[in-house]
């Protein structure tokens, strides 16, 4: 039997691969619906390619051969000779299941970096925004700004709108001349202009508003405030304001690699910082019978993870990948190499937050109290601070906030973040949160 974990892009690929191969295949998905972030509708798929989403849906729910079981989170898994065991919580107990072969597409979430206000209502990720509007129809705010840096800014923007929601505008930090830099990743991905006109001509059509070069630096619930910006985000010194009631800020995205370290999938740190999976050219990871695809080995997008869930899974069948595949894969990779170019994210803004700025959320630790972890006790990694401050240690378990704490103490120290660091941070021991009870309620075999 073959694993899947994650319905997404990558997922649905490899699922369809092997349901059309007569394999026995289960399908793991912690959402209610299939189709990942990229696909999460509550009825008909909408938006650019939506066409290609039936498809997917259709090899996955409707194959025999496929067990596709949503809201099931595994939130562990062990790796012996020869299988690999999940444990996981469906329907409110824990139960588990075993694979010979698994493919891991768990994908990636919003990356937030903080200002002054991000903490209050109103203020959530454009990934927040988009999720509540495609997973239960309901728009985040009246007036609404779309703020950060990345090409997903776009159809966030244009959903919301046609979904009838005043968007004020697209607040883009960088400028899209970057784009000169990669020339060789527009020539060989022509269908990306495409993309771009569809937007353009829906952003036109709702007369959106686009400004590149800022940044929001701040937000009080009523308005927001705006900052001209340098290529590494520091601010300028020109502010304005505008009112609005919702800010969704995002700055990429971080690959989801829970699962996979704790089955000892080898990791490196990608060129945007990020940590990501060690995959050889057929996205066989270093462990034995586990495959990764999608966002989790490099943030790609989802044209990107459909060729690697495909091609991990023609590699879990020991089938033969053509050439126009794996040329397809490497012209997507470079993309994405100049997505990291174009939207990269400085550590200026270190210059937006105050002192009483909460870096960590979940356990409300100011800015100020990370930097006197640093001056005063003398922490030189996140871990050290979170011992001292509790950053990192509620319920997000530093999802959120360690990667900034990590940058926080690296600027106030003169020191680095180093690979290691940076993958210690991203990892940990369970994957998702399970309760005690359910714990000593044992196990229900699969």
């Not at 950060?148 to 959903?159: D, I, K, N, Y």
Request: glycine fraction near 12%; hydrophobic fraction near 40%; include cysteine.
């Amino acid at each position: 039997m073959i694993g899947i974990i994650g319905a997404g892009p990558a997922g649905l690929a490899a699922a369809k691969v092997a349901a059309e191969a007569g394999a026995e295949v289960i399908v793991l998905d912690s959402a209610p619906r299939p189709g990942g972030q990229y696909w999460r509708h509550r009825d008909d798929v909408q938006g650019y390619k939506s066409h290609r989403a039936g498809g997917y849906f259709d090899s996955v729910i409707g194959s025999k051969s496929v067990t596709y079981m949503h809201g099931a989170q595994v939130w562990s898994a062990v790796r012996s000779k020869g299988s690999i065991t999940l444990n996981y919580l469906h329907e409110g107990s824990e139960k588990t299941i075993t694979v010979e072969k698994l493919i891991l597409t768990t994908g990636a979430y919003d990356r937030s970096i903080p200002f002054a206000g991000w903490e209050l209502p109103g203020s959530m990720t454009p990934g927040a925004a988009q999720a509540l509007l495609k997973g239960h129809g309901v728009i985040a705010g009246k007036k609404i700004l779309v703020s950060g840096t990345g090409p997903f800014l776009l159809p966030v923007a244009v959903g919301l709108s046609e979904a009838g929601a005043d968007v004020l505008g697209i607040v883009e930090a960088h400028s899209p001349l970057r784009w000169l830099r990669s020339p060789l990743a527009l020539i060989l991905n022509p269908q990306k202009a495409l993309e771009l006109l569809y937007y353009l001509r829906k952003i036109r059509k709702y007369s959106l508003k686009v400004s590149f070069g800022r940044a929001v630096i701040g937000f009080n619930g009523k308005t927001a405030t705006l900052s001209k910006v340098k290529s590494n985000l520091e601010s300028k010194g020109e502010v304005t304001q505008i009112g609005c009631d919702v800010v969704a800020a995002g700055w990429g995205f971080n690959p989801d690699v829970t699962l996979g370290g704790i089955l000892g999938c080898d990791q490196r740190v990608d060129r945007d910082g990020s940590v990501i999976f060690k995959v050889d050219k057929n996205q066989h990871s270093s462990a034995a019978n586990i495959w990764i695809a999608g966002e989790a080995t490099g943030i790609g997008g989802a044209d990107l993870a459909l060729a690697e869930g495909e091609i991990a899974a023609r590699s879990a069948l020991n089938d033969s990948i053509p050439f126009s595949l794996k040329f397809k894969r490497f012209r997507l990779q470079l993309f994405a190499t100049a997505l990291q170019r174009s939207y990269t994210v400085g550590n200026g803004w270190q210059g937006w937050i105050k002192p009483e700025t909460k870096i960590c959320r979940c356990e409300e630790v100011s800015h100020a109290e990370i930097c006197q972890s640093v001056t005063e006790l003398s922490a030189q990694d996140s871990r050290t601070s979170k011992l001292f401050t509790r950053a990192g240690m509620g319920l997000c378990q530093g999802r959120v906030c360690s990667r900034n704490v990590s940058e926080i103490i690296a600027g106030e120290s003169g020191c680095k973040v180093t690979d290691q660091e940076r993958i210690s941070y991203s990892n940990r021991p369970i994957a998702a949160p399970i309760s005690l009870g359910v714990l000593a309620d044992g196990i229900n075999p699969q």
